[in-house]
């Protein structure tokens, strides 16, 4: 059973950094690409950055590029992000999604989730 885990939310301050966890169970996190989207009170839920099996490749979503870094770490079981000089608009709940089928930037691609953590960034 693929487990999923989100961690590191928090209120900030604008300007301010977090960086979120996401702990991996159930099969070989190795072998799976991963990804972040978040979803704002109200709206769909968007793509945010994306790391192939290795981390060799990073993909983000341009409101993320220059400020935020996803990154894993295979021994850990471990997908990170990384978040820089967050703005108010960065308010979301952050969720790790696993092993996309198709388009990596689409929600739909992906089967695998957690429960999301709450970010909120004080103006």
């Known amino acids: 059973q693929v487990q999923l885990v989100e961690t590191g939310g928090g209120l900030v301050q604008t300007g301010g950094s977090l960086r979120l966890s996401c702990a991996a169970s159930g099969r070989s996190f190795s072998n799976y690409p991963m990804a972040w989207f978040r979803q704002a009170p109200g709206r769909e839920r968007d793509f945010v950055a994306a790391?192939?099996?290795?981390?060799?490749?990073?993909y983000y979503a341009d409101s993320a590029k220059g400020r935020f870094t996803i990154s894993r770490d295979n021994a850990k079981n471990t997908l990170y992000l990384q978040m820089n000089s967050l703005k108010p608009e960065d308010t979301a709940v952050y969720y790790c999604a696993q092993d996309p089928e198709g388009n990596w930037r689409d929600m739909g691609a992906y089967a695998y989730w957690g429960q999301g953590t709450l970010v909120t960034v004080s103006s």
């Open positions: 790391i192939t099996t290795s981390g060799a490749m990073t």
